[in-house]
T-cell receptor, first 112, second 114 residues
C-alpha cells in the first residue's frame, strides 16, 4: 500500500504570496491532519479533516485554511505569506477507528 | 487541554548502551500516547503507541515504553543503542475522542557514539 504523499516536496515563495500544498492519504484513510514544524515552535497542529469536513482546528490565523475532497485528498492554503511561515508542513492520515497517524515526508516551504 | 514535556533536548549514548528518553504528559481525559522518530528531511514514523490495556508496549526496532499513570510518564527505552538509532524522537498525546489531533513534545535528539 502506498504511503502518504505530499506535493510539492520543496517550495520557495515570496512574502505576500499565497501557496497551496497537497496531501494524498493512504488508500482507505478518511482523516487527514496537518501540522507545522519549525525549529522554534516545534510541531503544531493546524487542522484535521474527515469526510470533507473540518473536525478539529489548531490555533493558527485565518490565513491558514484547508479543505478535503471526496477522495480524501486534502489541500492546505496559506495566504499572504509571512517570513515566519517558513516551515516543514506535514500531513498525516488515519484510518477510521484507529489512533495511528501515518505521516507523509512533508513539504518544505521557504518564504523569502 | 493536554501537553507533553520531553526532558532533555539532546541525549548522547554510546553504541550498545541503554537508551532512555523521557516523556511526561498532561491530559484531562485518559490519554493515548505515542512515540515517533524523525530522520533528517523525512516525516515522522510511529515507533509505538499506548491506547488501553497492557502498560508496557513494544514497538519497532527494539524500542519499548511503559505507561505509568501515577507518574504521568511514558518513557522510551531500548536496551542497546545502534548507530542507526540516531535521530529525533517525539512523544505525543491525543485524546481518545480526537485521534487526528495530537500534541507533540519538543523532541529529543539522540546521538549515538561509536
Amino acid at each position: 500500500k502506498a504511503g502518504v504523499t505530499q506535493t510539492p516536496r520543496y517550495l520557495i515563495k515570496t512574502r505576500g504570496q499565497q501557496v497551496t500544498l497537497s496531501c494524498s492519504p493512504i488508500s482507505g484513510h478518511r482523516s487527514v491532519s496537518w501540522y507545522q514544524q519549525t525549529p522554534g515552535q516545534g510541531l503544531q497542529f493546524l487542522f484535521e479533516y474527515f469526510s470533507e469536513t473540518q473536525r478539529n482546528k489548531g490555533n493558527f490565523p485565518g490565513r491558514f485554511s484547508g479543505r478535503q475532497f471526496s477522495n480524501s485528498r486534502s489541500e492546505m492554503n496559506v495566504s499572504t505569506l509571512e517570513l515566519g511561515d517558513s516551515a516543514l508542513y506535514l500531513c498525516a492520515s488515519t484510518r477510521q477507528g484507529s489512533y495511528e497517524q501515518y505521516f507523509g515526508p512533508g513539504t518544505r516551504l521557504t518564504v523569502t | 487541554a493536554q501537553s507533553v514535556t520531553q526532558l532533555g533536548s539532546h541525549v548522547s549514548v554510546s553504541e550498545g548502551a541503554l537508551v532512555l528518553l523521557r516523556c511526561n504528559y498532561s491530559s484531562s481525559v485518559p490519554p493515548y500516547l505515542f512515540w515517533y522518530v524523525q530522520y533528517p528531511n523525512q516525516g515522522l514514523q510511529l515507533l509505538l503507541k499506548y491506547t488501553t490495556g497492557a502498560t508496557l508496549v513494544k514497538g519497532i526496532n527494539g524500542f519499548e515504553a511503559e505507561f505509568k499513570k501515577s507518574e504521568t510518564s511514558f518513557h522510551l527505552t531500548k536496551p542497546s543503542a545502534h548507530m542507526s538509532d540516531a535521530a529525533e524522537y517525539f512523544c505525543a498525546v491525543s485524546e481518545n475522542t480526537n485521534a487526528g489531533k495530537s500534541t507533540f513534545g519538543d523532541g529529543t535528539t539522540l546521538t549515538v557514539k561509536p
